[in-house]
């Protein structure tokens, strides 16, 4: 397995790179069982050749950043489904390793090892309030274990995604300084603001003194507050801004379902690389065809795409 031949830094620098859409949705379409608590995460254990399938389906639709299925993986919750840590480590880092060898010899592939928030091992919808109640010492202890074993697997570059408030960014960026791995930081937003409800400005000029940021912005938002979120990340730090929307739906956390009307264009991402944007893909709800169209509308070659070659069904057997 190849890892790429240069930094993704130097890539952002250069122009657009294509980022993958939602894991979670197409293993759905894949076939796979997600109820419970541990999510997509669960498969690391149950089904993980589901997993790479799906990354793969992602690099044939023309994603160049596989960001892995370690978003709801964390020591906590494998401990509260009976998982013991030494296991749970082992997952962590096949979670790296699936997405690895999904690029299988591509050296224009990276892999972003997932750092979801503290409210997705809540399972409550929690990374869409914030505010959890715990200072930033608290969150720190709390994520410094995975993000340890993350980065001792091997990946390109930590995604520190879905953080719904300042105090959360601020555990991790103090995390992040010390593992000589680079990282973005991507916030959940509604509107202008955080969804605890900071100003975004605020928000992102958190990370302007760690070195190990290589790009700010927002994921998993509905994709009408996109643009405005990207031109404000390109105006108060001097990053690549990434931008990763979901499909425009809302998330019930309770109800564990999607409810809305779909609002995800790929030709928007012509319009945020032109505010500023580097790292562009999507986030919940957005498929590998999306991903395929997002990546003609930047003018980046895609290769295959979803619809000519199934988007990866032809080489994997359906969950049962």
């Known amino acids: 397995m190849s890892a790429p031949t240069r930094p993704l830094a130097q890539a952002l620098a250069e122009g657009a790179v294509v980022l993958d859409g939602g894991l979670s949705n197409q293993l759905a379409d894949q076939g ?21 399938a799906a990354h793969t389906a992602y690099v044939r639709a023309g994603a160049r950043v596989l960001i892995t299925s ?8 494998f401990a509260a489904r009976g998982i ?42 929690g990374e869409y309030r914030g505010r959890y109640g715990l200072s930033v010492a608290e969150l720190e202890r709390f994520h410094r274990p995975r993000m340890e074993t993350l980065a001792e697997a091997g990946p390109d570059v930590l995604a520190l995604e879905t953080v719904p408030d300042t105090d959360e960014a601020e555990a991790l960026l103090r995390i992040a300084e010390g593992l000589g791995l680079p990282v973005w930081l991507s916030y959940t937003v509604a509107g202008g603001a955080t969804r605890a409800g900071q100003p975004l400005e605020e928000a992102f000029r958190i990370a302007a003194d760690t070195d190990a940021v290589i790009a700010v912005g927002v994921n998993c938002c509905d994709p009408a507050d996109a643009t405005r979120a990207v031109e404000t990340a390109a105006a108060t730090v001097d990053r690549p801004v990434v931008v ?17 009307a779909r609002a995800f264009d790929p030709a928007l991402a012509a319009v945020w690389q032109r505010a500023g944007a580097r790292l562009i893909g999507g986030c919940c709800r957005v498929g ?33």
């Open 32 to 52: 796979c069982d997600l109820d419970g608590a541990l999510w997509s995460a669960r498969l690391l254990a149950d089904a993980p050749e589901q997993i790479e």
């Open 70 to 77: 370690g978003y709801q993986a964390t020591y906590e919750g």
């Open 84 to 125: 013991g840590r030494e296991e749970a480590g082992a997952l962590l880092r096949r979670s790296v390793a699936l997405a690895r060898a999904a690029a299988r010899d591509r050296d224009d592939v990276w892999v972003a090892a997932s750092v979801g928030p503290y409210g997705a091992m809540l399972a409550d919808g």
């Open 244 to 260: 990763y929307p979901n499909s425009g739906e809302t998330w019930d956390g309770r109800a564990r379902d999607w409810s809305g």
């Open 288 to 320: 590998p065809a999306q991903i395929s169209a997002l990546a003609r509308a930047l003018a980046v070659q895609p290769g295959k795409t979803a619809v000519e070659d199934g988007g990866g069904q032809a080489i994997l057997r359906r969950c049962s």
